[in-house]
């Protein structure tokens, strides 16, 4: 697989990385551990060099599987996780202060097996704590070693500039797909401006642009898209319309919509690195061979055409969740 630069700070890894957050956490039951290694150790064999994790993912279970499964290889490879809830609990609320930044640097470490975090994130803005702290703290560490890159996710221009400003950003984590292209309008400008990369996760739109999700889709109980207003049956229903465009074009390309939609993800910046997440060896399977699709000018603009015309209904995040993104 061929490689990317993410951002001016030195950091390349494979043109698309395995987001590991659905291995343990948001996405219905746990996979077993000997499944979630095999699928990792995979990713590997297919030349994914980027993995992405979080305490906040279980929490604590997601990196102590990347590091069970990833330590014979960590020097092949490159891992990213992140700070930023207190005691690593999403659902209490955010705690970006430096000593907690510096507790999760510990432990995280302790639980990857591994000497340093090659890209760590602020997992989501607190607004309490100034950003140019939260750089300095990140700062301190990458003088120590234990960090190598800084990253923010979901966060807004400004917060972006500031931190940036402080310590150099070598990527930005946020949702974007064909069905989620709010970045767009400001964000993706001023990375290009700064020299950030660009890290998207659910380019596949949560599942759904795999074509694999209807209207008459149940979700396990544990699963966060019951939440989600996207994913509401009368919205999946009306969504659907993305998915049938996607289909009728891959048909054209020899390719599956999974595909499609993350060669379209690819084919938007050289600095662009999506982290498509999977259970299913199969899945990551036909996801690696995305990056070999290539869509031409001719291409991006049928697409384009065709996606112009469809309105997708529905909000990406419940509203307290929302609130949490673009500070």
């Given at each position: 697989?061929?490689?990317?630069?993410?951002?001016?700070?030195?950091?390349?890894?494979?043109?698309?990385?395995?987001?590991?957050?659905?291995?343990?956490?948001?996405?219905?039951?746990?996979?077993?551990?000997?499944?979630?290694v095999?699928?990792?150790?995979?990713?590997?064999?297919?030349?994914?060099?980027?993995?992405?994790?979080?305490?906040?993912?279980?929490?604590?279970?997601?990196?102590?599987?990347?590091?069970?499964?990833?330590?014979?290889?960590?020097n092949?490879?490159?891992?990213?996780?992140k700070?930023?809830?207190?005691?690593?609990?999403?659902?209490?609320?955010?705690?970006?202060?430096?000593?907690?930044?510096?507790?999760?640097?510990?432990?995280?470490?302790?639980?990857?097996?591994?000497?340093?975090?090659?890209?760590?994130?602020?997992?989501?803005?607190?607004?309490?704590?100034?950003?140019?702290?939260?750089?300095?703290?990140?700062?301190?560490?990458?003088?120590?070693?234990?960090?190598?890159?800084?990253?923010?996710?979901?966060?807004?221009?400004?917060?972006?500039?500031r931190?940036?400003?402080?310590?150099?950003?070598?990527?930005?984590?946020?949702?974007?797909?064909?069905?989620?292209?709010?970045?767009?309008?400001?964000?993706?400008p001023?990375?290009e401006?700064?020299?950030?990369?660009?890290?998207?996760?659910?380019?596949?739109?949560?599942?759904?642009?795999?074509?694999?999700?209807?209207?008459?889709?149940?979700?396990?109980?544990?699963?966060?898209?019951?939440?989600?207003?996207?994913?509401?049956?009368?919205?999946?229903?009306?969504?659907?319309?993305?998915?049938?465009?996607?289909?009728?074009?891959?048909?054209?390309?020899?390719?599956?919509?999974?595909?499609?939609?993350?060669?379209?993800?690819?084919?938007?910046?050289p600095w662009?690195?999506?982290?498509?997440?999977?259970?299913?060896?199969?899945?990551?399977?036909?996801?690696?061979?995305?990056?070999?699709?290539?869509?031409?000018?001719?291409?991006?603009?049928?697409?384009?055409?065709?996606?112009?015309?469809?309105?997708?209904?529905?909000?990406?995040?419940?509203?307290?969740?929302?609130?949490?993104?673009?500070?």
């Open positions: 697989m061929q490689k990317r630069k993410l951002g001016n700070t030195g950091l390349e890894v494979s043109a698309l990385g395995l987001g590991c957050m659905g291995l343990s956490f948001g996405y219905g039951p746990e996979t077993t551990k000997a499944d979630a095999k699928l990792m150790r995979r990713a590997i064999e297919l030349g994914v060099t980027f993995f992405d994790t979080a305490e906040a993912y279980g929490p604590f279970k997601n990196e102590e599987l990347l590091g069970e499964a990833l330590q014979p290889f960590r092949q490879i490159e891992i990213a996780t700070f930023g809830f207190e005691n690593g609990d999403s659902k209490i609320g955010m705690n970006s202060k430096p000593e907690n930044i510096r507790n999760v640097a510990e432990s995280s470490l302790k639980r990857l097996k591994t000497d340093r975090i090659d890209l760590f994130y602020q997992h989501r803005v607190d607004p309490n704590v100034p950003i140019e702290d939260v750089a300095g703290t990140v700062k301190e560490l990458i003088q120590e070693g234990k960090v190598k890159h800084f990253g923010l996710s979901e966060a807004g221009v400004q917060t972006i500039r931190a940036h400003a402080v310590q150099p950003l070598a990527a930005l984590q946020s949702e974007y797909s064909l069905w989620w292209r709010e970045p767009e309008k400001e964000i993706l001023t990375l401006e700064l020299g950030i990369g660009f890290v998207p996760f659910s380019p596949l739109g949560k599942g759904f642009l795999t074509g694999a999700i209807n209207e008459n889709t149940k979700f396990d109980s544990t699963d966060f898209r019951n939440v989600v207003p996207r994913f509401a049956p009368e919205n999946r229903k009306a969504n659907q319309v993305v998915v049938d465009m996607l289909h009728q074009f891959a048909k054209t390309k020899n390719a599956t919509p999974a595909q499609i939609a993350l060669a379209w993800v690819l084919a938007q910046k662009i690195v999506p982290i498509p997440g999977t259970t299913k060896v199969n899945r990551l399977e036909e996801n690696v061979q995305a990056a070999a699709v290539q869509l031409t000018t001719d291409d991006l603009r049928q697409i384009e055409n065709a996606v112009s015309n469809i309105a997708v209904q529905g909000a990406r995040y419940p509203k307290e969740l929302e609130l949490r993104t673009g500070r």
